[in-house]
């Protein structure tokens, strides 16, 4: 297609090859899911702070009105600032389908931060509501492409051992930017009455994304794609880069990219997958990628994130402490990412969403009780032990959601899907969350005003229907390469890998003598550059390509 990349060029600094380059680019791709974590907690600070109410809502009101919830704000008014965001993340996550697809994850990444940048500006000017709104829309498409794109490109480029660890680097920094804005919006909030207190955190959102967009710039593109797209050497230098030391000829990189290549060669005889193929062809997949998405919202995380300080305020603090108590709830969810980093890929993905969902239910259910007695006492000093036990509980949730329901859907999505599905499987599995997470960002204020602590209890049971969901359809991914996960879901992805494993040692062979400055003589003057062929038509591509090997093979054993 006339967008299709026809170069690519790598521009990361050769001392960065190896390690450091993995885990660079597995870092610093993740500052978009930390942006929108930090998105997060800006609108949640932003909500109990008079000079905002009152810029956007026209409400003139007191701290000790809002600590009592009454701020004469329309619950569905307040519902729709939170949740606009995320219709236009969801339309973004199929955009972004096609954007991963055919510009490659790199460019997707830094479409995403421009995105983000500009809607970062618009909320730090922003005048009135509706110029908030539309900030906050634009912000969701960043938020769309960046949360679909930055999973699959941490699982391209994640050893398969360690693909857990890769997308739990992703969602800790997801929480890291959550927490950076709770404790952002503590700081500027004693920059009050200045609008300042709740402007400034956007200030910083945008700083943010220019580092990524200016990271994006050195960021490799995944082997996986590179192989998909006719960059076959690329491909091939790309994979020793990231995990060989730059080292062509490591037997561990030639397999790897063996099973790469046998994986895109069965998949061009298909074809890129349909819409229709992926619920039809890939179905239990599709099942998984939805429902993980849809319990990691209807579990409960973004009721209490969106509004944890009201939530806070709501038990019985003043509003200085629930900014503060937000910022420590904040850092324990950080830290419950840290037992997934480590151990989601020794014991499994199931392992992990079972105990999550029955620890979120057990913790929701401690939150809701003791909401359920602190409305029963008057406000004021009489709430504190309450309040004191429903952060307690609050941090609880958090540090359970942070360890297992965090991280394993985003997991999952990114993982379960054949590379010719792979990106519109993983919109699929993203449109999802971001549907469930409108949903939830919509209905919260209003059932929180109608049913109070009864809302927890709703989560509670959606907890104890995951657990059910999961057991019963789930399979074990962990200790599986990308490629192999055919056997795990019982369809076929690649044909056998001999054919492919010859051409990953005659490639090998000629990225050698080239590094070593010996000639390659070829039966004609043809070059790695793709064409702009389409994946069925790769085969003609994949012959002239075999012709350069060969005869530099041939020459090889000749000397």
Same mark, same amino acid.
């Given at each position: 297609m006339f967008f299709r990349p026809k170069t690519y060029s790598a521009r990361y600094p050769q001392w960065?090859?190896? $390690?450091? @380059?993995?885990?660079?680019?597995? %870092?610093?791709?993740?500052l978009g899911d930390a942006m929108f974590g930090y998105g997060q907690g800006s609108i949640a600070a932003a909500q109990v702070q008079p000079s905002f109410i009152h810029r956007m809502f026209g409400k003139e009101v007191t701290m000790a009105q809002i600590q009592a919830g009454q701020t004469g704000v329309d619950p569905f008014i307040q519902a729709i600032t939170v949740a606009c965001l995320n219709i236009t993340a969801l339309l973004a996550s199929f955009i972004a389908a096609y954007l991963c697809d055919l510009l490659g994850r790199r460019m997707s990444v830094r479409i995403g931060g421009v995105m983000y940048f500009i809607a970062a500006l618009i909320q730090v000017f922003a005048p009135n509501l509706g110029t908030l709104i539309a900030g906050?829309?634009?912000q969701g498409l960043g938020v769309g492409i960046l949360s679909m794109t930055v999973p699959i490109l941490q699982c391209e480029i994640a050893p398969a051992h360690a693909r857990g660890l890769f997308v739990s680097i992703e969602y800790i920094c997801l929480n890291i930017g959550y927490a950076v804005s709770a404790w952002v919006g503590y700081g500027f909030f004693f920059a009050m009455p200045s609008e300042i207190s709740w402007r400034g955190?956007?200030?910083?959102? #945008?700083?943010? %994304? +220019?580092?990524?967009?200016?990271?994006?710039?050195?960021?490799?593109e995944t082997p996986r794609w590179l192989a998909q797209n006719g960059f076959q050497k690329e491909a091939l230098i790309t994979l020793a880069d990231l995990h060989g030391a730059g080292n062509v000829s490591d037997p561990k990189i030639l397999a790897t990219y063996a099973e790469i290549v046998a994986a895109v060669e069965f998949e061009a005889h298909m074809g890129q997958a349909s819409w229709r193929q992926l619920f039809t062809q890939y179905t239990r997949r599709c099942v998984v990628g939805i429902t993980c998405q849809m319990f990691a919202q209807l579990n409960g995380i973004n009721a209490i994130l969106y509004? +944890?300080?009201? *939530? @806070?305020?709501?038990?019985?603090?003043?509003?200085?402490r629930s900014l503060l108590y937000s910022g420590a709830c904040a850092l324990v969810y950080c830290s419950g990412t840290i037992p997934a980093m480590f151990l989601i890929d020794k014991f499994g993905r199931r392992a992990f969403l079972l105990f999550g969902s029955l620890a979120l239910a057990a913790s929701l259910s401690i939150v809701g009780g003791l909401q359920y007695y602190a409305d029963s006492l008057p406000l004021g000093s009489a709430r504190v032990s %309450?309040?004191?036990? /429903?952060?307690?509980?609050?941090? +609880?949730?958090?540090?359970?959601?942070? #360890?297992?329901?965090?991280?394993?859907?985003? @997991?999952l999505g990114a993982e379960i899907f054949p590379l010719r599905a792979r990106a519109k499987g993983m919109s699929l599995s993203t449109g999802t969350n971001w549907l469930f997470n409108f949903i939830i960002a919509f209905i919260t204020p209003p059932l929180f005003n109608a049913i109070n602590?009864?809302?927890?209890?709703?989560?509670?049971?959606?907890? /104890?229907?995951?657990?059910?969901?999961?057991?019963? /359809?789930y399979p074990e991914t962990a200790h599986h390469t990308l490629e192999d996960l055919g056997e795990v879901f019982g369809d076929k992805v690649m044909d056998d890998e001999g054919h492919a494993r010859e051409?990953?040692?005659?490639?090998? *062979?000629? /990225?050698? $003598?080239? $590094?070593?400055?010996?000639?390659?003589?070829t039966d004609s003057e043809v070059t790695l550059q793709p064409s702009t062929f389409t994946i069925p038509a790769a085969k003609d591509?994949?012959?002239?390509?075999?012709?350069? $090997?060969?005869?530099?093979?041939?020459?090889?054993?000749d000397a």
């Open positions: 960065m090859v190896g $390690r450091p @380059l993995l885990y660079m680019s597995s %870092a610093l791709a993740s906050r829309c634009i955190p956007y200030i910083v959102q #945008a700083a943010i %994304a +220019l580092v990524l967009i200016f990271w994006t710039f050195f960021l490799p509004f +944890l300080p009201s *939530n @806070l305020t709501r038990a019985g603090f003043t509003i200085s %309450a309040a004191d036990a /429903i952060f307690f509980g609050v941090c +609880l949730y958090l540090f359970f959601f942070g #360890a297992t329901w965090g991280p394993g859907p985003w @997991l602590a009864g809302y927890y209890f709703v989560l509670v049971g959606f907890c /104890i229907i995951s657990v059910i969901v999961v057991w019963f /359809i051409q990953a040692e005659r490639s090998a *062979n000629a /990225i050698q $003598r080239e $590094r070593s400055g010996l000639p390659v003589i591509e994949a012959s002239t390509v075999m012709k350069e $090997r060969s005869s530099v093979v041939t020459i090889a054993s």
